[in-house]
Nanobody, 119 residues
Framework: QVQLVESGGGLVQPGGSLRLSCAAS????????MGWYRQAPGKERELVAA???????NYADSVKGRFTISRDNAKNMVYLQMNKLKPEDTAVYYC?????????????WGQGTQVTVSS
């Protein structure tokens, strides 16, 4: 069994910062791509940031220069540092990971963590 568990969401004022964490656990051989998506009410889920096992990164245009994705391969964790938060960043944030297990690989998702940016 593999689980992804996010933490670090909450309520923050515009201009503030939050750091999201996501821990992968279970019978894991290795992890390839890891990423963060978000879904606001009435909108489709969208990519926020992603990182490869080699450290390459990709960001949505709306968060470039404000958000930073990082990972700790030894701990099977991925982080999202969010600075200069805006009300339009309000959403449920989900982490995902392409996890290799014995004999196969598939994408797993966390349960989501709420981020609310409001004064």
């Amino acid at each position: 069994q593999v689980q992804l568990v996010e933490s670090g969401g909450g309520l923050v004022q515009p201009g503030g910062s939050l750091r999201l964490s996501c821990a992968a656990s279970g019978n894991i051989v290795g992890i390839d791509n890891m990423g963060w998506y978000r879904q606001a009410p009435g909108k489709e889920r969208e990519l926020v940031a992603a990182t490869t096992s080699g450290g390459g990164t990709n960001y949505a245009d709306s968060v470039k220069g404000r958000f930073t994705i990082s990972r700790d391969n030894a701990k099977n964790m991925v982080y999202l540092q969010m600075n200069k938060l805006k009300p339009e960043d309000t959403a449920v944030y989900y982490c995902n990971a392409d996890i290799r297990r014995s004999g196969y690989s598939r994408r797993y998702w966390g349960q989501g963590t709420q981020v609310t940016v409001s004064s």
